[in-house]
């Protein structure tokens, strides 16, 4: 009977100390799915932002690039990204293309700074405020 009364609370302080890396874990997991559900969302409006533009007919000229931030932005806030990003639409010379298409490029690039959700997985700086960035650029057609 001595021995066990010396082990007494032992599986009390074994699960607080697993606990805490498995909850650590956990929301870890879930902290770094968040992140890259908005580098995906980022990326995919990035896209969409580059597509749209391109078929624009007055965007050789500049025009659209303001009208392209405003819509790329309003889709990012309608998607959930929070704050407010930076979106650099530009027009870019390309190479000549032998496909047919022309040689000018319609370009946007996003970056955004992504804040942890939850502050256990800002601990040590390991997901502590991150750049996200993404370019996209779609040739616009000779018509």
């Not at 010396?6 to 992140?35: P, Y």
């Not at 000018?104 to 997985?121: D, G, R």
């Amino acid at each position: 009977m001595k021995i066990l009364a010396h082990q007494r609370g032992s599986e009390t302080v074994e699960f607080a100390l697993v606990a805490l890396w498995f909850f650590f874990v956990v929301f870890l997991i879930i902290e770094t799915s968040l992140m890259i559900r908005e580098y995906n969302t980022i990326a995919l409006v990035a896209q969409e932002g580059a597509r749209r533009g391109s078929m624009v007919a007055d965007v050789a000229e500049g025009g659209a690039n303001i009208g392209m931030a405003a819509w790329v932005l309003a889709r990012l806030h309608g998607l959930g990204i929070p704050g407010t990003p930076t979106i650099t639409p530009r027009v870019t010379a390309a190479t000549a293309d032998p496909s047919g298409w022309g040689n000018i490029n319609f370009c946007i690039e996003i970056q955004h700074t992504y804040s942890p959700v939850i502050p256990l997985a800002a601990i040590g700086d390991l997901l502590n405020a991150m750049a996200l960035q993404k370019e996209s650029c779609m040739p616009i057609p000779e018509i």
